[in-house]
């Protein structure tokens, strides 16, 4: 049972309708994060436009949702889990790529550098070295990538806490948690 409203888009507050008949645009219907979500008008902006932002950078959908995937199998957020491994392979990458990113692999040596920077990131509350930035740009990655992957570590954080503290539903096909290896 949420913790927090889940707002109707059918009697949403004008500040919030429009963002939301924009979501639903995007995703044919509002989901449940964006629901909760919409309870704050600034919350909701902040957010889908994060997304928008970060969905028109350089990274490319499928490393994002790889990012993300990994980020919520860390913090135990089965929405996010859920939604950004259909997003995932909606943007093409495979049903396994998706499971090796959650947790935290990739074959791809470009795309491990991406996610074992932002796990540590994640686990280390943002203390990472030199060392793992360098890593990063070894890996292919420049400046603006390192920043990206940062924003969506950040925007990540912010859904992940959404859904766990706020116990939102998922309504996405459910993923089981991995434990971390």
Sequence with gaps: MPRINLVDPQSAPSNVEGTLSEIKGA????????????NSSAALNFMWGGFG??????????????????????????????????LGQKAGASSAEMTDAQLGRSADPKTQAALTFALKVVEN???VTDRDVEALKSAGFDNE??????????????????????DVPVDFPSLKLKPAA
């Design 145 to 166: 990538a390192i920043m990206e992957i940062v924003a969506h570590i950040a925007l990540n954080l912010f859904t992940n806490y959404v859904n766990v503290a706020l």
């Design 53 to 86: 932002a970060l969905g028109e950078g350089k990274l490319g959908a499928q490393l994002g949702e790889k990012i993300a995937v990994a980020i919520a199998n860390k913090n135990a957020c089965a929405y996010c889990l859920a939604a950004h491994s259909a």
């Design 27 to 38: 995703f044919g219907v509002v989901p449940n994060m964006f629901r909760a979500v919409g």
């Design 125 to 127: 509350r943002g203390q």
